[in-house]
């Protein structure tokens, strides 16, 4: 009979793990449309809480759209800027491999910083979330990582126990987060690492 603590539930973070990304991308881009330097761009959006609230769900993609407009006061068609904004990730193909494989025996759960942009962004163009059966996303949780409602959506969405749960994170605060509430958790390096902590804790990598 399975135990509780075998694993049962893949869960991965995006940025880091299955994409690169660079907020500097948007700020260079931004900068040449509207004529300010992206330096100044950079710290004005990311350097208060502005980005937060996004993640948080306080903000929907076009109010957040508004905000950035206003800090410079111009204006661009939010179908313009939802492009400019979320085009900073390249995948990491070696991530996305894996993960195809262990989705031939384990169900994969995506959980995430993210906000609407983003998120609706890489939905329409990372075509490795297609084999992802549910996306715990901070801006419809309304709570962020390491925090412990984000972790307990998961275990709540899914019906498995946490400890038979394993969580993948570039960011050693978020993988301790995870094991706070009790999943296994691999803090990512590079995919060929995390296959190597996978299946040290008993993931069977086909």
């Known amino acids: 009979m399975e135990r509780d603590s075998a694993i049962r539930l893949i869960i991965s973070d995006f940025g880091g793990v299955i994409c690169t990304y660079d907020y500097r991308i948007f700020c260079g881009r931004l900068a040449e449309r509207i004529g300010k330097s992206a330096d100044e761009i950079y710290a004005a959006v990311y350097g208060s809480d502005l980005q937060t609230e996004f993640e948080r769900g306080g903000l929907s993609g076009p109010e957040y759209h ?30 996305c491999d894996l993960l195809r494989r262990l989705r031939t025996r384990y169900p994969l759960y995506l959980l995430s910083d993210t906000n609407e942009i983003h998120f609706g962004y890489v939905r329409q ?19 962020m990582k390491p925090d412990p409602p984000i972790y307990l959506e998961a275990v709540r969405r899914s019906g498995i126990p946490a400890e038979a749960c394993v969580f993948i994170d570039d960011r050693p605060g978020n993988v301790e987060g995870a094991k706070r509430v009790g999943m296994h958790a691999v803090h990512f390096h590079s995919p060929e690492q995390c296959a190597a902590d996978l299946a040290r804790l008993g993931v069977a990598i086909p």
């Open 125 to 143: 163009t990372v075509d490795v979330l297609q084999i992802f059966e549910a996306f715990i996303v901070s801006y419809e949780v309304g709570a």
């Open 66 to 95: 508004r905000k950035v407009m206003g800090l410079f006061g111009v204006d661009m068609p939010y179908a313009e800027f939802f492009r400019m904004y979320g085009d900073i990730f390249t995948e990491i193909p070696a991530t």
